[in-house]
Structures are given as structure tokens and as C-alpha cells.
Nanobody, 121 residues
Framework: QVQLVESGGGLVQAGGSLRLSCEAS????????MGWYRQAPGKQRELVAR???????AYGDSIKGRFTISRDNAKNTVYLQMNSLKPEDTAVYYC???????????????WGQGTQVTVSS
């Protein structure tokens, strides 16, 4: 059984910062890409940032230059440092990871339960 557990969400004023963390645990053989997605009310889930096991990164257009994704492979953890937050960043943020479990032939996408980020104006 694999779990992704997020932490670090909350309420912050516009211009402030938050750091999200997501730890993968359970029966894990390897973790490929990890990432963060978000979904605001009435909108589709969108990519925020993604990072490969070799730490190559990709970002959504709306957050470039403000957010930074990183990961600690030894801890099976991915982070999202969010700076210069705007009210339009308000959403539920979901952690995602492509994980291969022992004896599996390939990886499978796992999702965290989501953490709320609210940015007040």
C-alpha cells in the first residue's frame, strides 16, 4: 500500500509565502516523477510543477518565477515553495507521484488527499 501525505497548506495574505510538503510511504520500489497540481472551485485540475527523479523541473505558466519545486529522494518527499502568492493561487493542491511497487511491471500514478491553500487579498 502506497500513501502520499501532504502538509503545509493554510491561509496567507497576498504577497506571502507557503511551503508544501508531500511524503510518499509504503511498499515502494522506485519513484519516478513527482509533482503538484491544483484545482480551484469550478475549474479543472491544472499542473503547478513537476520534477523527475533526476530533478529536471517543469512549471505551469501561471506560476513561473514564483514557485519552486524540489525533492529529497532519500526521504521520498517533494516540496513546493510558493512565494509572492496571489488570490488566484487559492485552490486545493494535490501531490502526485509515479511510483513503481515491488514486482510491478511499471509505474502507477498516486495522488495525495489534497491540502487547501487560501490567499487573501
Amino acid at each position: 500500500q502506497v500513501q502520499l501525505v501532504e502538509s503545509g497548506g493554510g491561509l496567507v495574505q497576498a504577497g506571502g509565502s507557503l511551503r508544501l510538503s508531500c511524503e510518499a510511504s509504503g511498499s515502494i520500489f522506485s519513484i519516478n516523477a513527482m509533482g503538484w497540481y491544483r484545482q480551484a472551485p469550478g475549474k479543472q485540475r491544472e499542473l503547478v510543477a513537476r520534477i523527475t527523479s533526476s530533478k529536471r523541473t517543469a512549471y505551469g505558466d501561471s506560476i513561473k518565477g514564483r514557485f519552486t519545486i524540489s525533492r529529497d529522494n532519500a526521504k521520498n518527499t517533494v516540496y513546493l515553495q510558493m512565494n509572492s502568492l496571489k488570490p488566484e493561487d487559492t485552490a486545493v493542491y494535490y501531490c502526485n507521484a509515479a511510483i513503481t511497487v515491488p514486482a510491478a511491471s511499471g509505474s502507477y500514478d498516486y495522488w495525495g488527499q489534497g491540502t487547501q491553500v487560501t490567499v487573501s487579498s
